[in-house]
């Protein structure tokens, strides 16, 4: 069984956001409204008052908040209730960014744990192929700008298939590798054709109800199971107030949040590779300690004072979610160690202005920065 303890706040959406008619705020309480069990009030909820609440505040053009229509019967109904570091202002009241949950309780799910993950195994093992041999640089460097005409002559060289079977397949002894669709798997979106044309394509083969699958699909997924962690109740949440800082406009967007110092569980397990799961670990608190390593230059570039000790001094760090940034979701910190950085941003648009990140999402309390976004620390318990 594995630890997930946050040393930040943590926001994995779900996808949608809570509108200010299914919550109301009061004090330091922020209620989520259960709204069919207001409409199932019958003693008092009164349907027509609530139509013309809504007919009226559409054509005064004004946001719909429930704490205008009945604060009380809201407050009868909650699904749940967050405390609030930075209060919404009711005269102004914003759309919240939901965290994803399980029976209105709050999860980590799995896949977000093990991308994660694979995002350093991913720079790890394209870093280590590039090390140690010269021609396997070459190929990186090409799929990294790009370079066609470069990645026509290396397909014809035999540490194409040696790299495959070393470095991505390490169990399998395959004798036909598609490395061009192995890249496309992995982590690049073209292949090269005969004449240098851009092409999509990966063997197939027909399966038992003749429906074409991709066969030889040699990818970094199979390597970890990762299951979703434990949920946990409200009280490891709350509703915090997080900034685009480094943005010409000072954009402000309240998200359900995990608390710091919050620990959740979960398993997890190595399948389809010679790397130890103790390996995968020192690999992935390398790769994150290069990643806070580029924040706390950012921070120090905009002189923003953020107290990074307690992520910087843990072992096994990560960061998942909201925040992370390109930097945690590409190939930009690889790039950079190779000297090719801005031709991987400008090749790839990782980012908008083809430049490194130059905003980040902090969260605020008392009116200053206060936290980064997405920092967890992973730990092995004794069953």
């Not at 909820?45 to 908040?65: M, N, P, Q, V």
């Not at 429930?66 to 914003?94: C, N, Q, V, W």
């Not at 923003?304 to 945690?328: C, H, M």
């Amino acid at each position: 069984m594995f630890e997930i303890k946050t040393l930040s706040p943590i926001h994995v959406g779900s996808g949608e956001e809570i509108s200010p008619m299914e919550y109301v705020v009061e004090g330091e309480d922020f209620f989520r409204v259960d709204m069919e069990g207001v409409f199932h009030d019958k003693e008092r909820f009164e349907r027509e008052k609530f139509l013309e609440f809504i007919d009226d505040t559409t054509l005064k053009k004004k946001a719909a908040y429930f704490g205008t229509f009945d604060r009380e019967i809201a407050k009868a109904h909650p699904r749940y209730i967050l405390k609030m570091i930075e209060e919404i202002d009711e005269k102004y009241p914003s759309q919240v960014k939901e965290f994803i949950k399980t029976s209105d309780k709050f999860y980590i799910p799995g896949s977000s744990i093990k991308g994660a993950i694979l995002s350093a195994l991913y720079w790890y093992e394209l870093k280590e192929g590039s090390n140690s041999d010269g021609g396997i640089e070459k190929i990186v460097r090409a799929c990294l700008t790009k370079d066609f005409r470069s990645l026509q002559e290396l397909q014809r060289n035999e540490r194409y298939k040696r790299f495959i079977v070393t470095r991505w397949n390490r169990k399998y002894r395959r004798n036909e590798i598609d490395f061009g669709g192995t890249l496309q798997n992995i982590v690049f979106e073209c292949l090269i054709g005969e004449k240098g044309e851009r092409i999509r394509y990966v063997k197939q083969r027909r399966d038992r109800k003749g429906i074409e699958r991709i066969t030889n699909d040699i990818k970094f997924a199979p390597w970890l199971q990762v299951t979703d962690t434990n949920p946990i109740s409200e009280a490891g949440a709350y509703l915090g107030l997080c900034k685009v800082y480094g943005s010409s406009r000072d954009i402000g967007i309240f998200y359900e949040l995990l608390k710091p110092g919050v620990s959740l569980y979960f398993d997890m397990a190595a399948q389809k590779t010679g790397l130890e799961l103790v390996k995968m670990l020192e690999i992935t608190d390398s790769f994150y300690s290069h990643v806070l390593e580029a924040n706390k230059k950012w921070l120090s570039g905009n002189a923003i004072s953020i107290n990074l000790d307690g992520i910087e001094s843990q072992r096994y760090k990560l960061r998942l979610g909201q925040g992370s940034s390109s930097l945690a979701t590409s190939l930009l910190i690889l790039a950079d160690e190779l000297g090719i950085k801005e031709e991987y941003l400008r090749k790839w648009r990782v980012t908008k202005y083809h430049t490194e990140p130059k905003t980040r999402k902090l969260v605020f309390e008392n009116g200053k920065p206060t936290y980064p976004l997405g920092w967890v620390k992973l730990e092995l318990k004794n069953e």
